[in-house]
């Protein structure tokens, strides 16, 4: 629980062996339970297929979504009954064809950058920035991040066998963009793995590189809700989609530490307080308040621009000016510098 609200870990953008992931559902909601989830959040690719396993599998409840895809403009998208037609190249229809159907959707790796190492380089990016009604960005997507570094065999393995501590936080491309459309309306903001579980040769070798329960343990998204999840699929499932559409949510590195308490909010002793995600006016006696779950380097920006730099375990800074707030924070180590950790959403402080 996290300064009034009930933290939830989600694991989003899971792919199985109805698209092009390695593993049958059972398998992955099987090692969704052993990581300790508490949502596993299915994005096969332009197919509902898994949409039978919806609901409580022991501790975890499992949501379907799909992946609008295609060679550019996937979009990671939840509330559909049934995966309508589409065309890639027009993104605002299936941004539409979601909205329609009362779901939610989230531009995928917008900004990915891709390797030589895998489908010759092809990087899957978002083309089409006039589409409007989107719920969010993907910030973080764990295999895009680790690809970005994989440019050759060397750099493959020397960063797959350090993967816990050399993984690229957010593109800064990315967080830009977040950044400036943020200046104009909340979009909230998600982490995902990409989960495939694939299997790779190497001469007589063969594993899979990245299985299911790793990438379960590693960028999560932490949903924050106002109740409790009640063990009602529906009521829970639209509670969830809620929090996610409002960036009620942060999104963190659970493999280099635990990040359960993380709080960033909005104090005021007259008005009461705003969590991520919200939009409120800016009010006299404003401050952002935080606390992280150990003492480490954060800091705060102001529409993208760093306004505080600190190492603390809690930390309170006055807002005097109206702005797109949120906080990033490191994980310190002795050989590797100050790795990304904590990405909350956005505070959203108008004139």
């Keep these: 629980m996290s300064a009034g609200l009930y933290e939830y870990v989600a694991n989003l953008h899971v ?127 764990y295999s895009s991040a680790w690809k970005s570094q994989a440019v050759n065999l060397r750099t493959a393995l020397w960063h797959y066998a350090l993967r816990a501590w050399t993984l690229p936080g957010p593109d800064e491309t990315t967080l830009a963009k977040w950044d400036e459309l943020g200046r104009e309306r909340p979009v909230a903001g998600i982490g995902g793995s990409d989960a495939h579980a694939l299997s790779y040769r190497l001469g007589p070798l063969r594993f899979k590189i990245f299985p299911y329960g790793y990438l379960f343990r590693a960028v999560n998204t932490h949903v924050l809700l106002e109740a409790p999840l009640a063990r009602d699929v529906a009521r829970d499932r639209a509670a969830v989609y809620r929090a996610l559409s409002q960036g009620r949510c942060f999104v963190a590195h659970d493999r280099l530490k635990s990040t359960l308490g993380f709080d960033f909010r909005l104090e005021n002793n007259s008005k009461g307080r705003a969590f991520q995600g919200d939009e409120v006016r800016l009010c006299d006696g404003d401050h952002l308040v935080w606390s992280l779950p150990v003492r480490a380097p954060a800091r705060v920006l102001q529409n993208g621009r760093e306004i505080l730099s600190i190492t603390a375990r809690q930390g309170r800074l006055r807002v005097t000016q109206a702005g797109v707030y949120r906080l990033e924070a490191f994980w310190p180590t002795a050989l590797f510098g100050h790795r990304p950790w904590i990405f909350s959403n956005a505070i959203y402080i108008r004139p």
């Excluded at 092009?20 to 509902?48: C, F, K, M, S, Y």
């Excluded at 917008?110 to 190492?117: D, H």
């Design 15 to 141: 792919h199985t062996r109805f698209s092009d992931g390695e593993g049958p559902v059972e398998e992955v909601i099987q090692a969704a339970r052993e990581a300790g989830l508490d949502l596993l959040l299915i994005n096969d690719h332009d197919t509902l297929q898994a949409l039978p396993y919806e609901g409580y599998h022991g501790q975890v409840l499992v949501l379907v979504g799909l992946e609008f895809s295609g060679p550019h403009n996937h979009y990671l998208a939840y509330g559909l009954n049934e995966a309508p037609a589409y065309d890639w190249r027009r993104p605002q229809e299936f941004v539409d064809q979601t909205r329609a159907a009362g779901g939610i959707g989230f531009i995928a790796h917008p900004f990915e950058k891709g390797s030589p190492l895998s489908e010759g380089g092809k990087a899957f990016t978002w083309e089409d920035w006039s589409v409007k009604h989107f719920s969010g960005l993907c910030l973080w997507n």
